[in-house]
């Protein structure tokens, strides 16, 4: 009982530390992109900084591997494995470069972090043809910009024993449509400290793992379900992999 009784005052802390930073830096994550995306490097230090903060202040520190396959002068499809609201300050310190992220609508409803996330994000309703079309139009656009984009193909959080959900089309469609390369993006160890299905927390360690990239030069939409499936068995079989160690 005790135990459970510190694990809701520490959750309850981490709130509190995930939110503030935010409120001091929205400023300075915000002003830098909105004037010009060629800001960005600024808006991400920024970003940085809040997750540093977060850090200190919890316990609850994030490492990035491999990021030497990470060309900063390239455009990416960034796709990750989705397991819990750490997944947000995992992000900037598994990629560094920055990037757009397709993100669920309901998302941009939560006070504050919705605020300042939308300027990093294009937010889409699943559920309507009409929004999903709109939102592989944006990405289209931003990758044309040189703007990485970051898409969790699994669409919705993990929640069962399974390493990874079964993945959607729409972020390799996208890779073939506009022939950019795709990292797979492993994070790690979160549901350790993020129970499936429970908002508690404990301190600890997320490691993220960026994978090779994927070449799509020169595929065709009929070679559309072979690359999501061969992701899809790249990224569980690394997941199985870092399970056993």
Not at 59 to 67: L, S, T
Not at 91 to 100: D, R
Not at 152 to 161: I, K, L, M
Request: proline share 6%; glycine share 6%.
């Amino acid at each position: 009982m005790i135990k459970r009784i510190i694990q809701y005052i520490y959750t309850g802390w981490c709130a509190f530390a995930f939110v503030v930073p935010m409120l001091v830096f929205a400023l300075p994550m915000v002003i830098p992109i909105v004037i010009s995306r060629k800001l960005d490097n600024i808006t991400y230090f920024f970003i940085r900084v809040w997750v540093y903060i977060f850090s200190l202040l919890t316990g609850i520190w994030f490492i990035g591997h491999n990021k030497k396959v990470v060309d900063r002068k390239k455009s990416y499809i960034f796709v990750i494995n989705h397991t819990s609201f750490l997944d947000a300050p995992a992000i900037p310190i598994a990629i560094p470069s920055s990037l757009v992220a397709l993100g669920k609508k309901e998302l941009s409803k939560i006070p504050v972090f919705g605020w300042i996330t939308g300027r990093f994000a294009v937010w889409v309703d699943r559920s309507d043809t009409e929004s999903r079309k709109e939102g592989s139009k944006r990405l289209k656009e931003l990758l044309s910009g040189g703007t990485s984009v970051l898409v969790a193909p699994e669409g919705t959080r993990n929640n069962t024993d399974e390493p990874l959900l079964p993945f959607r089309y729409g972020p390799f469609r996208l890779a073939i449509e506009s022939q950019i390369p795709i990292i797979p993006v492993i994070i790690h160890d979160a549901g350790k400290l993020m129970k499936r299905g429970s908002l508690l927390l404990r301190p600890g360690v997320v490691h993220s793992y960026c994978l090779p990239e994927i070449s799509v030069e020169g595929l065709t939409e009929d070679d559309l379900d072979n690359l999501t499936q061969s992701t899809y068995e790249l990224m569980r079989n690394k997941i199985i992999e870092l399970d056993k160690g």
